[in-house]
Nanobody, 123 residues
Framework: QVQLVESGGGLVQAGGSLRLSCAASGGTVSIYPMGWFRQTPGKDREFVASISSLGSNTYYANSVKGRFIISRDNAKNTVYLQMNSLKPEDTALYYC????????????????WGQGTQVTVSS
């Protein structure tokens, strides 16, 4: 059973940066697309970014395009989300997940999820 553990969240001022990491254990993620999602209380989980298995293709939500960068290191079984120019509306619990279908924004196409890491952006 694959386990995903996110880290790197925290409190940052608007305009600042954070780098999230998602480390996988108990199985490989290197042959699967990976995604980042976020969720705020009372709202559905929202797609943020995804990356293909070899890292050659990436896909972003319009709200983060140009500010966030998703990457992966398959040798380390780890996926990253570099978040720049953060805004208060980026405040959320951020999750990584292992996908089943490349390019999907739907939570239904991601099978394994981490517990999330909190990102809070102050104005």
């Amino acid at each position: 059973q694959v386990q995903l553990v996110e880290s790197g969240g925290g409190l940052v001022q608007a305009g600042g940066s954070l780098r999230l990491s998602c480390a996988a254990s108990g199985g490989t993620v290197s042959i699967y697309p990976m995604g980042w999602f976020r969720q705020t209380p009372g709202k559905d989980r929202e797609f943020v970014a995804s990356i293909s298995s070899l890292g050659s293709n990436t896909y972003y939500a319009n709200s983060v395009k140009g500010r966030f960068i998703i990457s992966r290191d398959n040798a380390k079984n780890t996926v990253y989300l570099q978040m720049n120019s953060l805004k208060p509306e980026d405040t959320a619990l951020y999750y990584c997940a292992r996908g089943t279908t490349w390019g999907s924004r739907s939570v239904d196409d991601y099978r394994y999820w981490g517990q999330g890491t909190q990102v809070t952006v102050s104005s």
